[in-house]
């Protein structure tokens, strides 16, 4: 059974950083884009950020791009989110799941809650 477990999220002010992990019990992490989703309080999940499976290209939507990085270990299984100048706007729980710019392929984890305010 594939399972995502995140973490590093919190309560920060506007302006701070954080860096998020994603450990995946996945078989063959290594041949997977991953991605990183964020749900933010009633709205709908939306991905923010994509890397290949090797960890050589990254995709980012427009109102993280500039201060998101992702990345990977692919021989910890883990992918990594930097979250730079963080804005209110942030806020929400935030998911990884395997697929890239596709369909999430499985089950979602906990998710891990960033809280940005002052």
């Known amino acids: 059974q594939v399972q995502f477990v995140e973490s590093g999220g919190g309560l920060v002010q506007p302006g701070g950083s954080l860096r998020l992990s994603c450990a995946a019990s996945?078989?063959?992490?290594?041949?997977?884009?991953m991605g990183w989703y964020r749900q933010a309080p009633g709205k709908q999940r939306e991905l923010v950020a994509t890397i290949s499976s090797t960890g050589s290209s990254a995709t980012y939507v427009d109102s993280v791009r500039g201060r998101f990085t992702i990345s990977r270990d692919n021989a910890k299984n883990t992918v990594y989110l930097q979250i730079d100048s963080l804005i209110p706007e942030d806020t929400a729980v935030y998911y990884c799941n395997a697929g890239g710019l596709g369909p999430p392929l499985y089950a979602w984890g906990q998710g891990t809650q960033v809280t940005v305010s002052s």
């Open positions: 996945l078989r063959d992490f290594s041949i997977y884009a």
